[in-house]
């Protein structure tokens, strides 16, 4: 069991890892292509070095992400070795097309980036950005559709597999359709890129709290205009998908479902309940708040709910994910409420940028944020336990139990440990090496 | 032949010029980086990212093309890849850093950490391929590997350093280093008879297969001529014949190898399925040809001249 659980760990542990750097290369193109359009439409100075600085970053960020997601390539197909070997007979296609997502990513990045100033018309360097935008986009959504091959699999005849082990009936293609593949990359994408952007919110408010230079002041504050419009329209997306894709989780994995609302019992009016402490395999001390559950699962006060109890035990998720989805959705109220408060500022003429308190609410907003991306996965993992493919392979049966891993565990916890830290410090190195202000007058 | 294999094998022998071209950037910028500081960003910055797409890519078209090789893959070189995978991690972020930090002592610093870090991820990669090739190290039955039989073999160490001594033959005539075609010559020869020699020792079935079929050696032979005359004459085309050469020559190398693998196993058998080899053909056609395209944009781009400010 000792090997399962440290396969399961450094597996965790590098997404974890990787999932925000992910994010943000999903985000960020968007970003730095809207600020150089705005830069070019309004031959404004500040939305161009916006985008100059942000593509820096993005290229650092990317070629760290980049190296993440090689290591979790490799950990897929090392640390899960009979997992790869069914997915690449099945539903392989979207990892496939990701890597050519990835090659439009990483060229026209680069060419994004060393063609600065090489082309008369400044808008033909603008469209360089756009494949790198539709690159990642795709990237997000391929590898999500893996994904979503986990949690409702298709593709293949699976009672044949699960009676002989033998991949009968292959439809390669099956892959793009499975039931919960659309809600699923929807709901990914929108908060993957509600994460990133509040990430430099809560940087571009930071810098802002730092400053007195009106220059720099105008600077971040356009900044932050544009972040936290684009910002605020992810937020509404990520909520909305998010209600979606719960009630989807009725009928395509009931158990992840009820082990998400704490419902030991299937049960009509079922009430929406906040916080709680699982004991044992039940859930108490919670806040119930009257038929609000059935409601958003079925769109009927008297709906039906699965319940734990419906399924045998040893097929149940932990009940810690209830506690999970709390904080998430918890913490994404918060963000939302931030967000009002703003527009609430706005409404009453007062500006919000010399509101210390509000540019500190945005860096909380900013750290919430990637809570609620973290904790988000965490939850939608440990939901599907014991299964890594649902109701088709458990975790103990795809795991690789040489204990040759164990070893190895270490450097590469050890490169995260280094690598993320190393590269923040170069991240505030280069832009030492390249002050704001002289860029602006440039 | 298996049209999966050979669009495999071609994805692999581009992907292996790649890494042995960055090998040789590697060798250089470890021993000289300060002389051929220029030449070396102007060949490695647009380009290192493409070449770790490339390793992704060729992973995940390996994984599509050989899915029952997987869990035995998976299993017994879990410690070279993950170890390869670790060094090919650093090898990104050390270069990523000498690109944005600006000419200075950091940026030297970082550049030799990258080769380094290059020329440790290539050491574990070869070890993978000598040991898919020949079998050696591994234990195909009882599902297990050693890794130090593996990583230290002789047949392991000869084709390291005929990799080595080809990428040092690249890296002199693309960059120009002490004068063309003086040590560059020599070292290619010195490199095909280390492999040579690596093949006849240790791996039978694959130098079997060269005997067999030895006008392919030929051919290799005979387009390695040409490009030696043409660096003679400094003809332009001369570098963009000897990648050619390279890719060829590996390619050469599986038709002679094909369909064997870890020295006396078929290859053919772990196959994909018929219902997957379609739209993968097809996929790969086409995103092939439009990764070339875009290539060929970033080619045209990095030539244009920079004159307008905004």
């Known amino acids: ?442 | 032949m298996n049209p999966l294999y050979i669009a495999n094998y071609l994805i692999f022998s581009i992907f292996f010029t790649l890494l042995i071209m960055e090998i040789g950037a590697a060798l250089l910028a470890l021993l000289s980086y300060s002389n051929y500081r220029e030449k070396l960003r102007r060949y490695l910055l647009p380009i290192w990212e493409v070449n770790g797409t490339f390793a992704a890519f060729y992973l995940v078209n390996f994984e599509a093309t050989y899915p029952t090789l997987l869990g035995l893959a998976g299993t017994i070189y879990v410690l070279p890849l993950l170890l390869a995978g670790a060094a090919f991690i650093l090898r990104s972020v050390f270069l990523v850093y000498a690109e944005v930090i600006g000419a200075g002592e950091s940026e030297q610093k970082y550049m030799r950490l990258y080769a380094v870090c290059t020329l440790v991820m290539s050491f574990f990669a070869i070890s993978v391929l000598g040991s898919g090739l020949s079998g050696i190290g591994i234990n195909v039955a009882a599902n297990s590997a050693e890794l130090l039989p593996l990583i230290l073999s002789p047949f392991n160490l000869l084709l390291f350093l005929g990799m080595v001594l080809i990428a040092a033959f690249l890296s002199i005539n693309y960059f120009e280093v002490g004068g063309r075609m003086k040590y560059g010559t020599p070292a290619v020869f010195a490199a095909i008879a280390t492999i040579l020699l690596g093949i006849s020792q240790y791996a039978p079935s694959l130098f079997a297969g060269i005997i067999a079929n030895i006008y392919l050696l030929a051919i290799s032979l005979a387009i390695l001529a040409v490009t030696l005359v043409l660096q003679l004459r400094k003809n332009r085309y001369a570098n963009h014949l000897s990648i050619l050469w390279l890719i060829m020559s590996i390619n050469l190398l599986g038709i002679a190898n094909y369909p064997s693998i870890f020295g006396s196993q078929s290859m053919l058998q772990y196959v994909a399925s018929s219902a997957g080899a379609l739209p993968l053909l097809v996929i790969t056609t086409v995103g092939g040809a439009a990764v070339a395209l875009s290539l060929a944009v970033l080619i045209y781009v990095s030539y244009i001249r920079k004159d307008v400010a905004y």
């Open chain 1, 1 to 442: 069991m000792l090997v399962v659980d440290f396969d399961r760990f450094l597996m965790g542990f590098s997404l974890g890892v990787h999932i925000p750097l992910a994010s943000i290369g999903i985000a960020l193109p968007l970003i730095v292509m809207l600020a150089e359009y705005l830069g070019i439409r309004y031959a404004d100075r500040n939305f161009m070095v916006l985008a100059k600085r942000l593509s820096l970053a993005l290229v650092v960020l990317f070629a760290i992400g980049t190296a993440s997601g090689m290591l979790i390539a490799l950990n897929i197909l090392l640390l899960w070795p009979k997992f790869m070997q069914l997915v690449a007979q099945v539903a392989i296609l979207p990892f496939y097309l990701e890597t050519f997502a990835f090659f439009m990513e990483t060229i026209f990045l680069s060419i994004y980036i060393y063609s600065w100033g090489k082309f008369k018309n400044p808008y033909v360097h603008l469209i360089s950005v756009i494949p790198v935008v539709v690159g990642g986009f795709l990237s997000g959504a391929l590898i999500t559709m893996i994904n979503a091959f986990m949690n409702t699999p298709v593709g293949f005849d699976i009672q044949a597999y699960i009676s002989s082990g033998a991949v009968t009936n292959i439809q390669p293609l099956a892959v793009f359709t499975s039931p919960s593949a659309l809600i699923e990359l929807a709901h990914v994408l929108t908060t993957s890129c509600f994460a990133a952007i509040f990430i430099f919110i809560a940087y571009m408010a930071y810098r802002l709290l730092r400053t007195q230079d009106e220059q720099k002041r105008n600077y971040y504050i356009k900044g932050l205009n544009l972040l936290i419009v684009v910002g605020a329209v992810f937020t509404v997306l990520a909520l909305v998908t998010g209600i979606v894709s719960i009630a989807t989780l009725v009928n395509l994995q009931p158990e992840k479902y009820a082990a998400i609302e704490g419902n030991l019992y299937p049960q009509t009016f079922a009430p929406e309940r906040i916080g709680g402490i699982p004991v044992g395999n039940t859930l108490q001390y919670f806040i119930p708040i009257p038929e609000l559950q059935s409601i958003l699962a079925t769109g009927s006060p008297s709906g039906m709910v699965p319940g734990l109890s419906s399924y045998p035990v040893d097929t149940w998720p932990p009940l810690i994910v209830h506690l999970m989805f709390d904080i998430m959705v918890g913490s994404g109220f918060l963000v939302a409420g931030i967000l009002a408060l703003f527009v609430l500022l706005i409404l009453l003429k007062r500006n919000p940028y010399v509101n210390r308190l509000m540019l500190w609410l945005m860096i909380i907003a900013g750290a919430l944020a990637v809570l609620i991306l973290e904790i988000g996965w965490v939850m939608a993992e440990l939901g599907r336990q014991p299964w890594i493919i649902y109701n088709v392979m458990r975790v103990s049966d795809a795991a690789n139990y040489s204990t040759s891993v164990i070893p190895i565990t270490g450097l590469i916890l050890l490169f995260y440990v280094i690598a993320i830290p190393l590269t923040i410090v170069l991240l505030r190195r280069i832009f030492r090496n390249r002050p704001l202000e002289e860029e602006l007058k440039a």
